[in-house]
């Protein structure tokens, strides 16, 4: 590759995915490089909620639950992300908080073995996941054990026999790390446990195989790599052998055998619907559904190629910044689609890159993060914001 952005120019040209990032509502002149958080809109988007607002509820008032299919858009969108991340239909719900559903689905793999009495938590997941670990901990009376995922193998021979729930991150949230889920999860289960892995940075991301995998439960958001939109509700998988014993800790009308019965007590519903709760966020239901639509005709395998080799470029186009140093595992393997570099004062870097209309985040005090998805981010946005970063370090 060449370090110019005539050749960046080229590549983005005969890129085949290119078409993609029209169908993304991102300001001119602004370089979208923080989809790690917050996924730019998908042009179908606002369509999807203006036929929601007007015609389906404005329109159909409570028929909608059944005339536009409100019910069931739950599993309906749930098997849709079920594809991208490898999972067989019935086994994803969506709906509700990232941390709802991380409770739920904690607390519910600590009960599928209630004689285990260690849960095990990454100690460098994102904080909500620790402190939902710990509050499952206390409301179970578990012994938490929190450990950096290297040290997670050796954890798991000392506490063989006890492990219950084993609640991890697959792609590290500063770094851009990606675990061996089929590996952890297999080394999980021998020592007694149950997987959990929380899937926000990974979803749309990397290809995924929770199946193939024999993850026992996972969880992510939709507004990061999927741009579901800000505060787009979570999903919820649960391998099929365990939905006869899921035995979850907020429970609704929605997941009950016979919802309209009213009756008492909890009867929880067959399969996978069992994970509902109250009544979803049916709007934002919706933009989610429609934000799927490029990421799956372009394909996770394609994004992911395309993300890897802009990393390999921007890796490249970073090599001679004095100071700056790559945080993320160069081997592809080793990272997800975000790239993490260290460097002085990275807030006022993010804030000086900003001004310029190129949108990272940033980890106090020295991670600058930069998204590399494939979907929609190009060749020259990479070639011209390290030029900008040049000229801000400058």
């Not at 509502?25 to 203006?50: D, H, Q, R």
């Not at 649960?238 to 009213?262: E, K, Q, V, Y």
């Not at 966020?281 to 080799?309: C, F, H, N, T, Y």
Request: aromatic share 6%; glycine share 10%; with cysteine.
């Amino acid at each position: 590759m060449e370090l110019t952005r005539e050749w960046a120019e080229r590549e983005a040209a005969a890129d085949p995915l290119a078409t993609f990032a029209k169908e993304f509502l991102i300001p001119e002149g602004t370089l979208a490089l923080n989809g790690n958080s917050l996924g730019p809109p998908a042009a179908g988007v606002p369509v999807a909620l203006e036929n929601a607002v007007r015609r389906q509820w404005g329109g159909h008032l409570i028929r909608g639950w059944w005339d536009d299919g409100w019910w069931d858009a739950p599993e309906r969108v749930g098997d849709r992300i079920g594809r991208l991340i490898g999972a067989g239909p019935g086994q994803v719900v969506v709906g509700e908080s990232t941390s709802v559903q991380l409770f739920n689905a904690v607390t519910a793999a600590a009960r599928l073995v209630p004689e285990h009495r260690v849960l095990v938590a990454d100690a460098g997941n994102f904080p909500t996941d620790r402190y939902l670990a710990a509050s499952v901990a206390r409301l179970l009376d578990l012994h938490l054990v929190e450990t950096p995922m290297d040290d997670l193998p050796g954890v798991l021979d000392r506490h063989a026999g006890e492990v219950g729930a084993v609640l991890c991150g697959a792609v590290d949230f500063r770094t851009g790390e990606l675990w061996d889920v089929a590996g952890l999860t297999a080394a999980i289960q021998r020592a007694g446990g149950v997987a959990v892995w929380d899937l926000s940075h990974a979803a749309g991301a990397v290809p995924l195989r929770v199946d193939d995998d024999a993850v026992d439960l996972a969880v992510g958001c939709g507004y990061k790599y999927l741009s579901g939109g800000p505060g787009a509700p979570a999903f919820l998988y649960a391998a099929r052998r365990h939905h006869g014993d899921l035995d979850l800790p907020i429970t609704g009308w929605h997941g009950h055998a016979d919802p309209f019965a009213m009756t008492d007590p909890f009867v929880p519903a067959a399969g996978i619907t069992r994970a509902r709760t109250g009544t979803p966020q049916i709007l934002s239901m919706l933009a989610l559904e429609a934000a799927l639509e490029p990421l799956e005709a372009a394909g996770v395998a394609a994004v992911r190629d395309k993300s890897i080799r802009l990393a390999e470029y921007l890796f490249a186009l970073v090599a001679d910044l004095d100071g700056v140093e790559v945080v993320t595992p160069r081997a592809p393997g080793r990272r997800g689609n975000h790239v993490t570099l260290r460097l002085p004062d990275a807030v006022a870097v993010a804030e000086a890159l900003l001004h310029r209309g190129v949108v990272v985040d940033e980890r106090p005090p020295d991670l600058l993060r930069i998204c590399l998805n494939g979907l929609y981010v190009s060749w020259t946005d990479v070639f011209d914001a390290v030029a900008h970063l040049r000229e801000v370090l400058r």
